[in-house]
Nanobody, 115 residues
Framework: VQLQASGGGWVQPGGSLRLSCTAS????????MGWYRQAPGTHRDLVASITSGGFTKYAESVKGRFTISRDNAKHTVYLQMNTLKPEDTAVYYC??????????WGQGTLVTVSS
């Protein structure tokens, strides 16, 4: 399984970004897809996840601001991030598997929120 992530960048506080992650290869087992993030000196933490049936889970810090969605036909998961804050600055990684975290990680995409 390969995961290709895109969509990071720089944005001012209050702005929005949309991340995408597309899976390829042996995708039959990818019931759950999600996003983690890691800021310098911190652990890699779950941001949001979604199952193939549409069940979602969010970290408390992003509830109401971030929305995870999934296009099963395109094997792609999205993370719409609104009202971004400086503390959202991190490298964002997509992950996929029967559950997550699993062994399949994307390459990471940097999100920087600053003025």
């Amino acid at each position: 399984v390969q995961l290709q992530a895109s969509g990071g960048g720089w944005v001012q506080p209050g702005g929005s970004l949309r991340l995408s992650c597309t899976a390829s290869g042996s995708i039959e087992s990818l019931n759950t897809m999600g996003w983690y993030r890691q800021a310098p000196g911190t652990h890699r933490d779950l941001v949001a996840s979604i199952t193939s049936g549409g069940f979602t889970k969010y970290a408390e810090s992003v509830k109401g601001r971030f929305t995870i969605s999934r296009d099963n036909a395109k094997h792609t998961v999205y993370l719409q991030m609104n009202t971004l804050k400086p503390e959202d600055t991190a490298v964002y990684y997509c992950n996929a598997g029967p559950i997550i975290p699993w062994d399949y990680w994307g390459q990471g995409t940097l999100v920087t929120v600053s003025s």
